[in-house]
Nanobody, 128 residues
Framework: QVQLVESGGGLVQAEGSLRLSCTAS????????VGWFRQAPGKEREFVAG????????VYADSVKGRFAISRDNGQSTMFLQMNHLRPEDTAVYFC?????????????????????WGQGTQVTVSS
């Protein structure tokens, strides 16, 4: 059973930075695409960024493009989300997730339904 554990959330002022980490255990990490999603109070979960199993393909939501950067370290079974120039509207619980398709060479998916393992989430709060 794969377990994903996020860390690095917290309270930060607008224009500040945070770096989220997500470490996988109990299963294979390197052969799967992974992604970050977020959910703000009263809103649906939304895609933030995704990265292919090789790291060669990356996709961002338009709202974070140019400010956030996703990366992965397959040797450490860990993925990261570097968040810069944070805005109050970035406030949400951030979740990491692993896709269900192994060694998938198609486009990085934004569809939460294509991810079958999820972390418990980490809170990010951006004050104005």
């Amino acid at each position: 059973q794969v377990q994903l554990v996020e860390s690095g959330g917290g309270l930060v002022q607008a224009e500040g930075s945070l770096r989220l980490s997500c470490t996988a255990s109990g299963g294979t990490f390197r052969g799967y695409g992974v992604g970050w999603f977020r959910q703000a109070p009263g809103k649906e979960r939304e895609f933030v960024a995704g990265i292919s199993y090789s790291g060669g393909s990356i996709v961002y939501a338009d709202s974070v493009k140019g400010r956030f950067a996703i990366s992965r370290d397959n040797g450490q079974s860990t993925m990261f989300l570097q968040m810069n120039h944070l805005r109050p509207e970035d406030t949400a619980v951030y979740f990491c997730a692993r896709e269900f398709r192994a060694w998938y060479t198609g486009p990085v998916t934004r569809n939460a339904g294509q991810y079958n393992y999820w972390g418990q989430g980490t809170q990010v709060t951006v004050s104005s």
